[in-house]
């Protein structure tokens, strides 16, 4: 039992640290309601069904991988409960309730995907209390009355169909075994009056098969909306980190300084023309463009882009650099042959947003 608590444990702690990802886990995230309905049987005499069974599940997702379920579960007109060939006269004869622990096999071993699967095995286990309720037979004394109080232990697999685009509704096959997990004395066990009893020995009574029962039931589960938009966890992009980046750092230094730089200084290049553009822009304007209808079609021109001081070194040259292929695309779309192309970034506290377009 120890051994198992320390897996458990270790699992819990991979399946956390693994959430950090992932958006869609907050508390409120990743519930789930689910109702179930099937057969059980004694593994003793497994090919006869003891009766029906029914029962809904709220799930709480902590991970791709690791999920919390609490279940309700109703047995219904029983031959025989457990080992017993007796029928309740109620019309539900036991009731149950289980706190298990649910591991996504496929996102395990296979790794999340970003979205559930068409089709995915979970692995579960659990424990849980039954309350059997007993009839009343004449000359048995049951010591604490006709009922009868159990501690279970729960394992099975949950053979899942996701169905939709949303992933939003889930279909179930769910096989299980239930271990009784401890040794009462059962008011009808041995033999003596003889009738009703499933096995004729007290040795036989306490046969490990007498305390398993073995269950299958089918389920629908529908999957809540999470904070995310989507019903089931999604992946953080990079992308929108860098652009978050981008917004706050770069861009914010640009506009504070664009009240103090105004006046774009330019040289004479000679043999060429000078092509100014806004701040932290990369576009041609009207005026651009009319130098460049300057230079003769078949001329071969060489570029020099620059940037304003005002930004980090590294995003300045790539701003030259976007500036230079806005000019370089337009001439080549005239005729006009672009040799070559130098993106500069800033160049002391005088540079400006210029590129420089030389004439050979």
């Keep these: 039992m120890k051994k198992i ?33 099937g057969v059980s049987s004694n593994l003793h005499d497994w090919d006869v069904p003891n009766g029906a069974v029914a029962g809904i599940n709220f799930t709480k997702g902590i991970t791709p991988v690791l999920s919390l379920e609490f279940q309700l579960q109703a047995g219904f007109n029983d031959d025989a409960n457990w ?34 699967r068409l089709f995915e095995i979970q692995a579960r286990g659990g424990v849980g209390y039954t309350r059997f309720f007993w009839p009343s037979y004449e000359g048995i004394d049951t010591k604490s009355g006709n ?34 997990a401890n040794r009462d004395n059962d008011p009808y066990r041995g033999e003596p009056l003889g009738v009703g009893v499933v096995c004729d020995n007290e040795s036989g009574c306490i046969a490990y098969s007498h305390n398993c029962l073995a269950q299958v039931t089918a389920g629908v589960t529908y999957h809540f909306k999470t904070s995310n938009g989507q019903h089931y966890f999604t992946e953080v992009k990079p992308v929108e980190v860098t652009k978050v980046v981008e917004k706050t ?77 806005a000019v370089k695309a337009y001439l080549e779309d005239r005729g006009v042959k672009v040799a070559d192309t130098n993106a500069h970034g800033a160049e002391g506290p005088e540079s400006q947003r210029i590129v420089y377009v030389t004439i050979k």
Aim: one cysteine or more; charged letters at 20%.
């Design 249 to 325: 750092v770069e861009r914010p230094v640009e506009k504070v300084v664009e009240k103090v730089v105004e006046k774009v200084v330019t040289k004479n290049v000679g043999n060429g023309v000078t092509v100014e553009f806004a701040l932290n822009k990369a576009n041609l304007t009207n005026t651009a463009k009319a130098k460049l209808n300057t230079i003769d079609k078949g001329a071969t021109v060489v570029l020099d882009g620059y940037a304003s001081p005002e930004g980090a070194k590294g995003y300045n040259v790539k701003l030259s650099q976007r500036r230079c292929d």
């Design 147 to 180: 009922d009868l109080n159990r501690c279970n232990v729960k394992l099975g697999l949950d053979f899942d169909f996701n169905l939709g685009e949303k992933k939003a509704w889930t279909l179930s096959l769910r096989p299980a075994v239930i271990l009784k």
């Design 5 to 37: 608590t320390l897996v458990l444990v270790a699992m819990f702690g991979m399946a956390m640290a693994s959430s950090a990802q992932y958006t869609g886990h907050k508390f409120f995230d990743n519930w789930s309601i689910g109702a179930e309905g």
């Design 83 to 116: 080992n017993w060939a007796r029928k309740s006269a109620n019309v539900v004869d036991n009731a149950s309730v289980y706190a298990n622990t649910k591991v996504n096999l496929m996102n395990w071993f296979g790794g999340y995907k970003g979205a559930p």
